[in-house]
Every structure is written in structure tokens, then in C-alpha cells.
């Protein structure tokens, strides 16, 4: 059983750059061709996709972040990390690990979410 467990500052001032990380536990982030994924929730809005890490290494992000994100992996300690910069009040918001895969079959695991306030 895989668990995802996000962790973070909190409360980040406006045009700070945020850092979170995803521990990963019982399981490898390199192998089972699963696909590591930073997923956001601002208040009162739906889910919005930040970007990924497949298991390959390679990543791919929302156009809409604008190459604010950048999203990596220390392999040995099973962690990603989700790094933005140029913070606004509109990051505000819940984020959360995913991880997800569809080959052979469709497996998918999400963290608890962690809450990012950005605030002067």
C-alpha cells in the first residue's frame, strides 16, 4: 500500500518561492510505472493539475503555471519535491501528492493535502 504524505511552510509571503514535499512510502517512485503528481485546490475552485513526474524521471507541467513550477525527485529518500516561485495571493490553496497509474491496471493514491496560505 502506497501512502503519500505532503508536508510544507504553511503561510508563505506574497513573491516568495514555496517548497513542499511528498514522502512516499511503501513504494519505489522509480519503478511501477507510476506517475507523481502536484494537484491544488483553491478555495471554493475545483481541482487544478500543477504538473508531473512519471516514474522515467521526465516532467511535464500546466501551461497555465507559466514555468513557475518545477517538480524533482531525491529517488533514495522516495520523495518529490514541488518547488514555485513568484507566489501570489491566488496560490493560495490545499495541495496534494498524487500518484497514479494505468498500466497494467489503473492504481491511484492521494495524500492527506497540505494548506498553503500566501499572505503579507
Known amino acids: 500500500q502506497v501512502q503519500l504524505q505532503e508536508s510544507g511552510p504553511g503561510l508563505v509571503k506574497p513573491s516568495q518561492t514555496l517548497s513542499l514535499t511528498c514522502t512516499v512510502s511503501g513504494g519505489s517512485i522509480t519503478t511501477g510505472y507510476y506517475a507523481w503528481s502536484w494537484i491544488r485546490q483553491s478555495p471554493g475552485k475545483g481541482l487544478e493539475w500543477m504538473g508531473v513526474?512519471?516514474?522515467?524521471?521526465?516532467?511535464y507541467y500546466s501551461p497555465s503555471l507559466k514555468s513557475r513550477a518545477s517538480i524533482s525527485r531525491d529517488n533514495a529518500k522516495t520523495t518529490v519535491y514541488l518547488q514555485m516561485n513568484s507566489l501570489k495571493s491566488e496560490d493560495t490553496a490545499v495541495y496534494y501528492c498524487n500518484a497514479l497509474k494505468r498500466y497494467p491496471f489503473r492504481d491511484e493514491y492521494w495524500g492527506q493535502g497540505t494548506q498553503v496560505t500566501v499572505s503579507s
Open positions: 513526474i512519471p516514474y522515467d524521471g521526465s516532467t
